[in-house]
Each structure stands twice: as C-alpha cells, then as structure tokens.
C-alpha cells in the first residue's frame, strides 16, 4: 500500500476504500462469524450504497479483533509474561514507545496493530463525516430500526478503539487533529459509549452483541463505561457502573483459525518463554519514578510462572510477593518441583502454563490460556467489573466487602477463597499487604493475557507496577527495553500531520506524555 498523507488516508471515501480493502484480507479468512462477499465494496460508488452499511460494519468489527489480537501478545511484554527466546520477534515483548503499523498478522511474529485500530476507528466515522455511521446519522442511508442497530454496533467499537488510544496512548491525534492526550482520547470514548442506549432503544430495545458472545450491547457499553471511567481515575464513578454488569457476561473479541483471525498468543507462541519473578534486572537506576523508591528485589508483582495460594487464600506474603507453590523449574520427567509444604492443589489454576519446546536452546514454560487460533479473547469480562468494585472497596470502603468481590470471582473460577486469620487480619489491617495490594495482584491473576487489560492496571497503579523504562534489558537475548509505559503514535503521524508542523513535527513527540510515563528515546 503506497504511503499517502495520513489525514488524507483516514479522511476521505478513497481512505475508506484503502480501509475496506485491507477489510477484504481481515475478512476473506472468516467462516460463518463475519462471512461476507465485499469485493464490489473497493469502488467509492459501492461505498454510497446503504445495502453496504451491514458489510461496512462488519468491516469495522474485523479490523478492531485483528488489531486488538496482536496488540495482546505485545501487551505480555508490558505484562512481564514472557519474552523473545528465539532471536524472532525481538521487538514485540519490551515495553515499547511506540505501535506497529501495517496490516496486522501477515506472519506469525507480525507485530502490527495500530492501522487497524485507527482504520476501525475511521471507517465508523471520521472528520470528513464519510463513515457509516455518519452516513446513517445523516440521513444519506435510510436502514430504520436496522440503521439504529448497526449504529449501536459501530458505536460500541468505536468507543472501543478511543479507549484503546486514551488508555495506551499518551499523545496522538485524529483525522489531522491538533495534538490529542488521554484525557482527549476518554472523553471522546465517554461521548461514543453514552450514545449507544438510544440506538439500542431505537432499535427496538437490547441484543445480543453479533460475533461477540454479548448477549447484551448495554451490558458490553456498561462494561466500555467502566473501563474508560477507571482509565479517568474516577474509581467511583468506574465502581458504579461495573456493578451493573452481571455476572458471567463477557463480550468476546472473536477469533478463527487462519492468519487476520487467529489468535496472536498461539500464532506467535513459538518463539517466546514465560519468565519467573523480576529478579534478573540489572540497571543503574532502579528508582520507580512514581515513588520516588528504588523497586526492591525480586520486583513485586511481577513473575506469572508457578503462582499458587497460601493455606487461607494468600497470593501476597508477608514481603508482599507472590505466592508461588513450585520452584522455577521442573524434574527430569518435566514435573513441578513443589515448595516445602505446598502442593499441586496449591496452583492458581487461572494462571495456566507447561513446559513446551519452542524455537530455542531448550524448552520453556508458555501460556495456555489459548491453545487454539479460534479461541477468543474477553473485551468485557464481568470478572473485571468486581475486581474495578473491589478496588473501590479497597481505598474508599471497606476490606470485608473488597474480600467478598475478590471471593465472588474466585469461587466462579473455582478457586481458593480468602478465609479465616488470613482474611481477619486484612480487614484489621494488620497484614502486611494493604487490601489494594491484594485486589491488584488479583487482578494481575484474573487478566492474565487478556488483551492488555492487565497492562491498563498497570497504568493506574505505576507506584505499585514495575515499568523499566529504558532501564536494563530481557535476560535471555538481551534486548533493551524500549521505555514504553504508554505509546506515542507512530512518527508519520507527526510528520504528517500539518498541526504537528509548529510544533517541531517529530521534535514534538513525546510533549504531551508525562515525565514519568517513557524517554521516548528518537
């Protein structure tokens, strides 16, 4: 695809036809899910049709999923999951400044996501208001109750793609915008969200969310608000509308086998190892820039590989690390050698791993959370919501009702349940671990590789997360960390958008992120 100007390229119907035909690779390996014939859709004159509106949201759904399956698996390196053990993909799993463009999953370690996020965000509306969605808005196409339902749909992955951006992003800009910051990015993402009930009242009340497994749109917008409102800071408010998501939903990210639709954890799983506790940093500056305080070693919070639960429910002891139930490797027969008084009924299971061989010296522990390239990935999962609540609980409640989420969720999963003096002492607040302590690292557990929302914990809890910044690098091939806390567009965003020009174009990168959030190093 020929680089144009990029305020061009998101504008206009042309832009639209170069989204819609990268569309046609993202959908052309769907089954029954997004299947569609959208050939005729590369002219502009298909473009005006109404009857396309259905095909053009569906369009927008497949490139948000394929785009937000590969930011995922960068998202396990923001995690502290894995990393490249294979020299393959060496710039996927450390922390980086900046998003991949190009059209996403072309091979296994394709790392590119950001054009398909901005091109799902484009195609439902832009500023040239050439969008579906802004052509139903308009009147140009006429769908009644139907128009209503697919302004719902985009809107619900419209809201999606801004919270993406306000969450990962620190700066950016859309449609040759001025400069954009988070904050720009969430309330965009809040007008998008709070528009989606009247669309579902005007389509003749609630459905089920198509290709999603939602079997609700407001309880999937509910969820959206959540998330966004966290992003905010605004706990409270975050709290509030997490209650109103049920238990059990989950609005999926669906995937299918074949490249553009599979999911990126197991398409590029070869050639990445889990890694233990963060023990093996080695840098001149260990100082936490959000505290102030060097992060003590091991780093807390960090290392997914063998996490288990004390007697009473622990996943925190008494040094506020992680409770592990198995050393960090196995016997001759690939077993897990347990810790003095635990065993394997210890695992959290939540946490699913083994030993495989990968494109390496020897094997490595790898996630299994997906085994297959079609299973899906939680866009809304209700397991958050109690965990958003728990956290209220946690700084403005009390620890008897944060413990009381944090057991709703467990028991669902089928796990142990904080009990007993353990749960005594942290609602006395004698134990070493503060109650937000505990709700993050359950967090932690529960999001285990869920799309990045772990990573957006992280970047609402930096005094309590380990972000490297620059600092030191992964400890088996020795790749430098890219400083990423959050992202910066990519750079033809800054040299090309006109509004970057008095500003220093590339110079400017970087202006609008926290001093603490990366070095955005040129």
Not at 95 to 101: E, F, I, T, V
Not at 474 to 490: E, I, K, M
Request: proline share 5%.
């Amino acid at each position: 695809m020929r680089k144009t100007r990029r305020t061009e390229r998101w504008g206009g119907r042309a832009g639209q036809a170069l989204l819609l035909a990268t569309a046609v690779g993202v959908l052309a390996a769907c089954d029954g899910l997004l299947e569609a014939d959208i050939d005729y859709l590369l002219t502009d004159d298909a473009l005006q049709g109404a009857s396309t509106a259905s095909t053009q949201v569906a369009s927008i759904q497949a490139l948000f999923e394929c785009g937000i399956s590969t930011f995922g698996w960068i998202a396990l390196g923001h995690e502290d999951v894995f990393e490249s053990i294979a020299g393959v993909a060496g710039g996927a799993h450390v922390y980086r400044a900046d998003p991949p463009g190009g059209v996403c999953d072309q091979s296994g370690p394709d790392v590119s996501f950001f054009d398909q996020m901005m091109g799902a965000r484009a195609l439902n509306s832009n500023a040239a208001g050439t969008g579906v969605y802004d052509k139903i808005a308009s009147g140009e196409f006429v769908l009644g109750t139907e128009g209503s339902r697919l302004q719902a749909i985009g809107a619900t992955y419209m809201t999606a793609s801004l919270l993406h951006f306000g969450q990962f992003y620190c700066e950016g800009a859309l449609d040759g915008s001025m400069p954009m910051d988070p904050t720009d990015f969430l309330t965009d993402a809040l007008t998008w969200v709070d528009r989606i009930p009247g669309h579902v009242a005007a389509a003749g009340g609630d459905f089920a969310l198509p290709n999603s497994a939602a079997t609700s749109a407001l309880s999937t917008a509910t969820g959206l608000r959540a998330q966004i409102l966290y992003a905010q800071g605004n706990l409270a408010l975050a709290a509030a509308e997490a209650a109103a998501v049920p238990n059990g939903f989950t609005a999926w990210v669906t995937r299918e086998a074949g490249e553009q639709r599979r999911n990126k954890y197991t398409a590029a799983g070869g050639f990445s190892g889990m890694v233990g506790p963060v023990d093996w940093w080695v840098a001149a500056n260990r100082v936490n820039p959000a505290t102030g305080v060097d992060y003590a070693n091991p780093v807390p919070f960090t290392g997914y590989v063998f996490l288990g639960f004390g007697p009473l429910g622990e996943t925190l002891d008494a040094n506020n690390l992680p409770v592990r139930w198995a050393e960090e490797n196995r016997d001759a027969s690939d077993n897990p050698i347990p810790l003095a008084g635990f065993s394997a009924a210890d695992s959290d299971t939540r946490v699913p791993h083994e030993i495989q061989p990968i494109q390496g010296p020897e094997p490595r522990e790898v996630p299994t959370k997906y085994v297959t390239d079609d299973q899906d990935i939680p866009l809304v999962n209700w397991a958050e919501m109690r965990l958003i609540e728990a956290l209220q609980e946690a700084v403005s409640g009390t620890a008897s009702a944060s413990i009381d989420l944090i057991n709703e969720v467990r028991t669902a999963a089928g796990v142990r349940n904080i009990t007993g003096t353990y749960r005594t002492a942290l609602e006395g607040g004698t134990y070493t671990s503060t109650m937000r302590e505990v709700v993050f690292e359950e967090a932690r557990r529960v999001l285990y590789a869920e799309a990045g929302r772990f990573w957006a914990w992280k970047i609402n809890n930096t005094d309590l997360a380990f972000f490297p910044r620059s600092q030191g690098s992964t400890p088996f091939q020795g790749y430098s960390y890219g400083g990423g806390v959050r992202l910066h567009f990519p750079n033809d965003e800054y040299e090309l958008n006109p509004n970057f020009e008095p500003l220093g174009r590339l110079a400017a990168r970087g202006t609008l992120c926290a001093a603490d959030e990366a070095p955005f190093i040129a």
